[in-house]
């Protein structure tokens, strides 16, 4: 097993409590223990996922969402998470089903009051995007971004695997809308800007794989990515980290694509850095050299 | 596009859909907590020659810190530089000589421990901007410690400032918990804050998994009075050491262009330090918002209460450029051409 000591290390670090936190030093946080229950599970690791669910669930919201940290009472962005570690665990489906109730709710907000009435006075519109396409904002009451927007949709195809109902694929739709409208010019993905003041912006690779597996998982027409896909390779070309290199070998599983000579690369950046002992880097890494299927693969193994 | 020039505008990207970035027209009447209060009677301020980034910055830095009164035995001590992105090709971030240089100087002034903690503004991706910007082999090399501040732990605290709105903060727990933050901003204009100096550079502090990436809670509630609401929050003894050796002048603080000033300024009062870099950059502080702000009960902008050691400001100050919308900024006497 190539992630035999990547998995090891992210064992290591677990806290006492059954979660992980963002780092070995630090308490057990939701996006942490989430990932590294995905990877637990994937490497048949029993004992580790189950209370790792268990933190879980423990942590999670009336309304179904779940904070960033415990110590943080808001909902947050990291309930997609969640969500994904949870579906289809007999200890965990229900939570999850919450979760997922939260998650149609939750809406990023349109361009602010104040911004469109300096758009007005200065008779030129800051960005380009569609300020109508909403998908899932970090933080509630803020703007839709492409990340959270990604793992929001992929949370939600998971939980119904024959298709999801309405309202969720009204949901799915304007966020695939709001991924697709947020493409920088040549391809690929930013935090969620594609030209501001007349500038095109350029895309980041995490970014960029991370959009492409919520738009692999919905099975768009490759046509309509392959310039993201030639910008990441672009991108993979001169970036090495476990956080990139990590998801971008998920993307390109979920599109049947070879990932053999980034999972090279992703063993030796391990080598280099330990991905900095980060857990969402370690389980990431551990998730995509994984043999067995991963929450975050939709149609992809 | 090329690499550089993007990055150069991701900044301006980062807060653009929801910005709130025009500069506030009226002083607000006073919203701030007497518990915010700590504007000193006198406030020393050091400013030293130094005009490479090499191994002479030790001494250097030890120099400034002793000169502004800095006394660090014992303390635990965090370094907060600037390192909302990187760009090879630009003058970003606060350089990575300087940070291990200030390490070891302080190391070597009795604190207990010196740690360098920053959240990244933009991108999530912490190894990349370490390892690209040569920050992590130069960590390595003297045994020193970063801490990502966007996943740190997290305590709440009442804002003392009330600019924003915002009834509270979240603030690392790593910044929080220390006895000593060092803010080491680098030198530079900002196209929507006037300048981005020893105040600006804590927006780096707040925590990426609670605000967002870019910062959008914060960018909602607008720049200037973020930049209130967290300083005057923030429950931890300062000292500030700005990175003037090469500054960024123009459409700071991503797209700008580098400038040499061959400078470092010092001082814990982080009002009368960026009120003296200003200054350094052929700027009136009085007409950035935000530090005319602070000025009302956080620090001293007026010369006549800064107590100015090492070198005379007229020595290094020089007009930095200054983008169309800015120009109301300069100084009414230029300082040098």
């Known amino acids: 097993m190539r992630n035999a000591a990547i998995l090891e290390r992210l064992v290591a670090i677990r806290n006492p409590d059954g979660g992980w936190g963002t780092t070995a030093d630090r308490p057990s946080s939701t996006e942490p223990t989430a990932l590294a229950v995905m990877a637990m599970a994937a490497a048949a690791r029993a004992a580790e996922s189950?209370?790792?669910?268990?933190?879980?669930?423990?942590?999670?919201?009336?309304?179904?969402?779940?904070?960033?940290?415990?110590?943080?009472?808001?909902?947050?962005?990291?309930?997609?998470?969640?969500?994904?570690?949870?579906?289809?665990?007999d200890d965990g489906d229900a939570a999850a089903r919450r979760g997922i109730d939260w998650l149609l709710v939750e809406k990023g907000?349109?361009?602010?009051?104040?911004?469109?009435?300096?758009?007005?006075?200065?008779?030129?519109?800051?960005?380009?995007?569609?300020?109508?396409?909403r998908g899932w904002p970090w933080a509630t009451g803020t703007f839709s971004w492409v990340e959270p927007t990604s793992y929001a949709i992929l949370a939600?195809?998971?939980?119904?695997?024959?298709?999801?109902?309405?309202?969720?694929?009204?949901?799915?739709?304007?966020?695939?809308?709001?991924?697709?409208?947020?493409?920088?010019?040549?391809?690929?993905?930013?935090?969620?800007?594609?030209?501001?003041?007349g500038v095109d912006m350029e895309p980041y690779p995490d970014?960029?794989?991370?959009?492409?597996?919520?738009?692999?998982?919905?099975?768009?027409?490759?046509?309509?990515?392959?310039?993201?896909?030639d910008a990441l390779e672009r991108m993979l070309a001169e970036t090495r980290s476990g956080l990139t290199l990590s998801l971008s070998i998920l993307c390109y599983r979920e599109w049947r694509r070879d990932p053999a000579a980034m999972a090279d690369l992703l063993v030796a950046d391990f080598d280099r850095t330990g991905f900095l002992d980060e857990t969402r880097s370690l389980a990431l890494a551990s998730m995509a050299l994984a043999d067995a299927t991963v929450p975050f693969l939709v149609n992809g193994k | 596009m090329d690499r550089r020039?993007?990055?150069?505008?991701?900044?301006?990207?980062?807060?653009?859909?929801?910005?709130?970035?025009?500069?506030?027209?009226?002083?607000?009447p006073q919203p701030w907590?007497?518990?915010?209060?700590?504007?000193?009677?006198?406030?020393?301020?050091?400013?030293?020659?130094?005009?490479?980034?090499?191994?002479?910055?030790?001494?250097?830095?030890?120099?400034?810190?002793?000169?502004a009164g800095l006394d660090v035995s014992g303390k635990r001590v965090v370094l907060k530089p600037n390192f909302v992105e990187f760009d090879p090709g630009a003058v970003i971030n606060t350089n990575p000589v300087l940070i291990t240089a200030t390490l070891e100087a302080l190391r070597s002034m009795g604190a207990t421990s010196v740690v360098v903690a920053e959240g990244t503004g933009h991108r999530r991706d912490t190894e990349y901007i370490m390892t690209a910007s040569g920050l992590y082999d130069a960590l390595r090399d003297i045994g020193g410690r970063y801490i990502d501040l966007n996943g740190d732990a997290v305590r709440p605290f009442r804002s003392l400032g009330q600019y924003t709105g915002l009834g509270e903060l979240w603030l690392p727990e790593t910044v929080a918990g220390a006895d000593l933050l060092v803010s080491m901003p680098k030198m530079k204009t900002h196209h929507w804050a006037g300048v981005t100096?020893?105040?600006?550079?804590?927006?780096g502090i707040m925590p990426g998994a609670i605000y967002g990436w870019p910062k959008n809670v914060l960018h909602v509630r607008g720049i200037h009075q973020s930049i209130m609401d967290i300083n005057a929050t923030l429950p931890v003894p300062r000292f500030n050491i700005v990175d003037g050796i090469v500054g960024m002048e123009g459409n700071g603080p991503i797209q700008g262009t580098a400038r040499q000033s061959g400078v470092?300024?010092?001082?814990?009062?982080?009002?009368?330090?960026?009120?003296?870099?200003?200054?350094?950059?052929?700027?009136?502080?009085?007409?950035?918002?935000?530090?005319?702000?602070?000025?009302?009960?956080?620090?001293?902008?007026d010369d006549a209460v800064i107590e100015q050691r090492g070198e005379p400001i007229t020595r290094f100050a020089q007009d930095y450029a200054l983008i169309e919308g800015m120009q109301n900024l300069r100084q009414p006497i230029t300082t040098s051409g």
């Open chain 1, 156 to 197: 939600l195809l998971r939980a119904w695997p024959a298709g999801p109902p309405r309202p969720a694929t009204d949901r799915i739709e304007e966020g695939r809308r709001m991924i697709l409208d947020r493409t920088c010019p040549g391809g690929g993905w930013n935090f969620g800007n594609k030209r501001v003041l």
């Open chain 1, 109 to 133: 907000i349109g361009v602010p009051l104040r911004e469109r009435i300096r758009e007005f006075f200065h008779g030129t519109k800051t960005t380009a995007l569609d300020p109508t396409l």
């Open chain 2, 264 to 301: 470092l300024v010092f001082g814990a009062d982080p009002v009368a330090v960026d009120a003296t870099a200003a200054r350094l950059m052929g700027i009136d502080p009085a007409r950035v918002w935000y530090i005319l702000q602070a000025d009302r009960f956080l620090g001293n902008i």
């Open chain 2, 5 to 28: 020039k993007f990055v150069r505008t991701a900044a301006l990207a980062s807060i653009a859909p929801v910005m709130g970035c025009d500069r506030p027209t009226l002083l607000p």
């Open chain 1, 50 to 89: 189950t209370a790792g669910r268990s933190w879980l669930i423990e942590q999670q919201r009336a309304d179904g969402a779940w904070p960033v940290t415990p110590s943080v009472p808001e909902p947050s962005w990291c309930t997609s998470l969640a969500v994904l570690a949870l579906l289809d665990h």
């Open chain 1, 207 to 229: 970014s960029t794989a991370a959009a492409l597996l919520a738009l692999g998982a919905l099975r768009v027409d490759p046509a309509d990515v392959r310039e993201s896909f």
């Open chain 2, 197 to 203: 100096l020893s105040m600006k550079n804590l927006f």
């Open chain 2, 33 to 67: 907590s007497l518990d915010a209060v700590r504007k000193p009677d006198l406030s020393p301020v050091a400013v030293l020659a130094a005009d490479a980034y090499d191994g002479r910055l030790v001494d250097i830095v030890r120099r400034g810190a002793q000169l």
